[in-house]
């Protein structure tokens, strides 16, 4: 599959739809917001065997520099938000060893 038309273009673009809709409507709570993309995310992963710290690498560093270009705040905190998250599940994703089949 090509880097443009990979499963976490996707991705990029739920959590980009649910920043702006985080952004819009103040009586959305971040963490359950949050636990939902982190719970599509996770489909994602069980779904397959591939390059999972990669999938969600390609999916945090542009949501990172989206963050750092939008200048509403609650956009702002949502797309750090999941770009953290997805840094912590990568990191657990490498301290996890793998069973060799």
């Given at each position: 599959?090509?880097?443009e038309?990979?499963p976490?273009?996707?991705?990029?673009?739920?959590?980009?739809?649910m920043a702006?809709q985080?952004?819009?409507?103040?009586n959305?709570?971040l963490?359950?917001l949050?636990a939902?993309?982190?719970?599509?995310?996770?489909?994602?992963v069980a779904?397959?065997?591939?390059?999972h710290?990669?999938?969600?690498?390609?999916?945090?560093?542009p949501?990172?520099l989206?963050?750092?270009?939008?200048?509403?705040?609650?956009?702002?905190?949502?797309l750090?938000?999941?770009a953290?998250?997805?840094?912590?599940?990568?990191?657990?994703?490498l301290?996890?060893?793998t069973?060799?089949a």
């Amino acid at each position: 599959m090509s880097t443009e038309f990979g499963p976490y273009v996707q991705m990029r673009k739920l959590a980009q739809q649910m920043a702006i809709q985080y952004q819009k409507d103040t009586n959305l709570a971040l963490g359950p917001l949050l636990a939902h993309f982190m719970d599509e995310v996770e489909v994602n992963v069980a779904s397959d065997r591939y390059d999972h710290s990669g999938f969600m690498e390609r999916i945090r560093e542009p949501l990172n520099l989206d963050a750092e270009m939008t200048l509403d705040q609650r956009r702002k905190e949502f797309l750090h938000a999941v770009a953290d998250a997805l840094q912590d599940r990568i990191r657990r994703e490498l301290d996890t060893p793998t069973l060799l089949a």
